[in-house]
């Protein structure tokens, strides 16, 4: 999982890095593009088996998802800084928590509600509504770590009735598919960095994904899924490395509140699976 997340953040910072230069959504075109060729060349002759699927329309609306997640997330990188936009996104564990009552018909009690609300506060001291510092920018990784909990919600739902590289391989086509349309409209021409550049984007991409997957393939939930929080530790090194930017007093405060309260939600969900007991 710490591998898994280095690569998430390399990414992103490879994309906010490109937005200086090229179109944002063509950077989203290349993070799907190469990251579908990258999975194509893997799977090869497995791809027509892998794409049948009990639940078509339900991985179309996921993969839709996502892509609404990356196109929300790269424009919020590329006019904010790294660590806020990455702290803000956190936001997303503690929003499938409370999603899933309505989605997935879960009961979750009043420890996990009060966890619900910290975190909620925590990304409300990142954002300042009101405030001197707002940026309505801010409100992009908001919006797409509400994006990205639905995602989550309806993974877990197409867990029970498909392969995990058959959703991901949905995920990179039709992410592929639907900017292959757009880009042109949004279109650069790349130098020879830039086109590596996009190449490195989709490779750790799709990489980042495949190891996601071994992680918990390899280990329970509880054990992988707190190092998660690592990827704040990695944006604040290449946002400072890579940008020169540092996270202010409010930022660190934020990031650390949906933190804590992300890891506490998690810890009840573990009691309440082990003894039933969410008081």
Same mark, same amino acid.
């Given at each position: 999982m710490l591998l898994t997340m280095l690569l998430f953040v390399s990414m992103d910072t490879t994309a906010k890095y490109m937005t200086q230069s090229y179109p944002t959504l063509q950077i989203v075109w290349a993070r799907y593009l190469f990251h579908a060729l990258l999975l194509a060349l893997y799977l090869n002759r497995r791809i027509p088996g892998l794409m049948r699927t009990k639940r078509l329309g339900l991985q179309l609306f996921r993969s839709l998802l996502l892509l609404i997640t990356t196109v929300l997330f790269f424009i919020g990188l590329s006019l904010i800084p790294l660590t806020e936009a990455s702290a803000i996104m956190f936001v997303a564990p503690i929003l499938v928590t409370a999603l899933s009552i309505p989605l997935l018909g879960e009961k979750v009690g009043a420890r996990?509600?009060?966890?619900?609300?910290?975190?909620?506060?925590?990304?409300?001291?990142? =954002?300042?509504?009101?405030?001197?510092? !707002?940026? %309505?920018?801010?409100? +992009? *990784?908001?919006?797409?770590?509400?994006?990205? $909990? #639905?995602?989550?919600?309806?993974?877990?739902?197409?867990?029970?009735?498909?392969?995990?590289?058959?959703?991901?391989?949905?995920?990179?086509?039709?992410?592929?598919?639907?900017?292959?349309?757009?880009?042109?409209?949004?279109?650069?021409?790349?130098?020879?960095?830039?086109?590596?550049?996009?190449?490195?984007?989709?490779?750790?991409?799709?990489?980042?994904?495949?190891?996601?997957?071994?992680?918990?393939?390899?280990?329970?939930?509880?054990?992988?899924?707190?190092?998660?929080?690592?990827?704040? =530790?990695?944006?604040?090194?290449?946002? !400072?490395? %890579?940008?020169?930017? +540092? *996270?202010?007093?409010?930022?660190?405060?934020? $990031? #650390?509140?949906?933190?804590?309260?992300?890891?506490?939600?998690?810890?009840?969900?573990?009691?309440?699976?082990?003894?039933n007991d969410d008081t």
């Open positions: 996990r509600w009060a966890g619900i609300v910290v975190g909620f506060v925590g990304a409300l001291i990142i =954002i300042r509504p009101g405030g001197d510092a !707002f940026q %309505v920018a801010a409100l +992009l *990784p908001f919006g797409a770590a509400c994006c990205y $909990a #639905v995602y989550q919600i309806i993974t877990r739902s197409l867990s029970q009735s498909d392969q995990p590289l058959t959703t991901l391989s949905y995920t990179a086509l039709v992410g592929a598919v639907i900017m292959c349309f757009i880009a042109p409209f949004n279109w650069q021409t790349p130098d020879l960095t830039g086109w590596l550049l996009m190449i490195l984007i989709g490779f750790l991409g799709g990489v980042s994904q495949f190891t996601l997957i071994k992680a918990f393939q390899s280990a329970t939930a509880a054990t992988v899924t707190p190092f998660s929080y690592s990827s704040l =530790i990695w944006a604040t090194l290449y946002g !400072f490395l %890579v940008f020169g930017d +540092l *996270p202010d007093r409010w930022t660190v405060a934020g $990031a #650390v509140i949906i933190a804590a309260s992300g890891l506490y939600i998690f810890h009840r969900e573990n009691l309440r699976k082990g003894d």
